[in-house]
């Protein structure tokens, strides 16, 4: 321990200087804020009459908590959300399992069936489930689904995309070459713009889209265009070699492609699909831009309520708390998905 303090730490005279600083900056701060958040916080109430103590006043969280979760979804049916977490969760739990079976069809069947069983249960009009509007969807459902169909769809899109920009056939290479670049160079506020205003204008009479629809739509090529580059690139950097000791086996170009070179150019790429990932959940807040009332949008709602005014460092410390969770565990996930697959190296 003392070896690797001295080495890491204290190896020359700067470091060692920054190391001090860095000590101190602790030392002055963190005492201070776990008074204000833990010691003298105010943990239990309904309203803010309870928050009496001077710090921190998570009573307010505690208040509006099922709204953070469901946005304005109604109270009698989000039990139906709850099933339907429940029922992706224990279908997801298989894939995380390294001795589990069949974790190919259990993945296929998940991307194709679950989400026709979450619709159903979200938006209802069948088996005698009432109809929620799209418009009471908000809070941290919200920004899973919004998240879960981007995440979803981005990764097959780009990997089209990118098979498509190095395709042998011009016109091919070109329109993926023109899509990518195009959606690349748009920020994701004028997408979903696009989606929410100017879209609906080129819709035939009578043809309308759900807004949320809409936006996951554009959330989901948004990100598939960046993600063509991140497998671009994994597939640049597949050996020549493999592509041809394949081609001489008498393997055609798709089998190449799905038994060859995509399973070694994604692993070589896992940390840029994760930071695609990563960076598509936090750009959900955007969508408070066309009116959908996100996790982030939601609580920034809930601060305008006269009662709770005052209270907005409780909220945003509690929303930055939920999307560090989630990203963090997406990217120790990945990293132990790297370890796993042979594909990390250590310097």
């Known amino acids: 321990m003392t070896g690797w303090v001295r080495a890491n730490l204290f190896s020359t005279p700067l470091n060692g200087a920054l190391t001090l600083a860095a000590l101190g900056l602790i030392y002055a701060a963190l005492p201070p804020l776990i008074d ?37 979804y109604p109270g009698p049916e989000r039990w139906r959300v709850d099933v339907a977490f429940v029922v992706l969760i224990a279908a997801v739990i298989p894939l995380f399992l390294p001795k589990a079976r069949h974790k190919g069809w259990i993945g296929i069947g ?49 990997i089209l995309l990118a098979l498509g920009r190095q395709s042998s056939m011009p016109v091919i290479r070109a329109l993926c070459v023109v899509f990518i670049e195009l959606w690349r160079g748009v920020p994701l506020i004028t997408v979903l713009f696009m989606a929410a205003v100017m879209l609906p204008l080129f819709l035939p009479d009578g043809v309308t889209l759900d807004k949320l629809l809409r936006a996951l739509i554009g959330v989901a090529l948004f990100a598939g265009a960046y993600m063509a580059e991140v497998v671009r690139g994994g597939l640049q950097a597949v050996p020549r070699g493999q592509i041809e000791a394949a081609e001489a086996l008498g393997l055609g170009y798709w089998r190449i492609m799905i038994a060859v070179v995509l399973p070694q150019a994604l692993r070589i790429v ?71 697959l042979g594909g990390a190296r250590r310097v």
């Open 36 to 72: 204000w958040a833990v010691i003298d916080a105010d943990w239990r109430g309904d309203t803010r009459s309870d928050c009496t103590s001077g710090g921190a006043c998570w009573v307010f969280i505690r208040a509006r908590f099922d709204q953070f979760i469901y946005g304005f």
């Open 110 to 158: 998940l991307v194709l069936l679950f989400p026709w069983v979450a619709v159903g249960f979200f938006l209802g009009g069948v088996f005698s489930l009432p109809e929620i509007e799209t418009e009471k969807w908000g809070g941290l459902m919200l920004t899973l689904i919004v998240a879960g169909v981007g995440i979803t769809a981005s990764l097959p899109v780009g």
């Open 270 to 340: 896992i940390p840029g699909i994760v930071n695609v990932f990563v960076a598509l959940f936090k750009d959900t807040t955007l969508v408070l831009i066309i009116g959908l009332f996100d996790f982030l949008g939601i609580i920034k709602a809930a601060l305008t309520d006269p009662e709770w005014l005052g209270y907005s460092v409780e909220g945003y410390v509690f929303a930055a708390l939920v999307f560090w969770v989630f990203c963090f565990s997406m990217s120790r996930y990945s990293a132990r998905l790297e370890r796993r």
